[in-house]
C-alpha cells in the first residue's frame, strides 16, 4: 500500500503539530517522522529476525521522499509500536488514519 510520509498531524483545533528537529528548528510533525521514530526504536523483548525486519522498514521510510509502499504485515507492525512512542490519542488516531485510511463514511439521509 502506498503511505504519504509527507503527512503532518494536526491538532484538535486544526494546526501543524510541531516537533523540533535535531539541530533545534521547529517544524510539523510528519507520518515519516513517528514511523521512524516508533519502528527505530529499542525493544529488548523483540527477536533478532523482528529487530532486523524493524531496520529494513525504518531505512526504507527514513530513505524515501514523499511515498512509501508498505505491505499489510509492515502496516500492522507499525499500527502495534506507534503507540509505545507516541501515546497520545491525537498522534495515534491520525497515525491510524494515514497509514489505513477508512472507507468513505457513509451518511443516512434522514427519512422524509
Do not use: C, W
Amino acid at each position: 500500500m502506498e503511505v504519504k510520509l509527507d503527512a503532518v498531524f494536526k491538532t484538535f483545533d486544526d494546526n501543524d503539530v510541531k516537533d523540533v528537529d535535531e539541530s533545534g528548528v521547529e517544524k510539523p510533525l510528519s507520518l515519516q517522522k513517528v514511523l521512524v521514530n516508533s519502528i527505530a526504536k529499542p525493544d529488548p523483548q523483540a527477536s533478532g529476525v523482528e529487530l532486523a525486519k524493524r531496520y529494513d522498514l525504518s531505512m526504507r521510510v527514513h530513505k524515501a521522499e514523499n511515498v512509501v509502499y508498505m505491505s499489510a504485515e509492515e502496516i500492522s507492525m507499525a499500527k502495534k509500536l506507534i503507540p509505545s512512542t507516541y501515546n497520545a490519542p491525537l498522534i495515534v488516531g491520525q497515525a491510524y488514519r494515514f497509514l489505513d485510511p477508512p472507507e468513505e463514511e457513509v451518511v443516512e439521509q434522514p427519512k422524509a
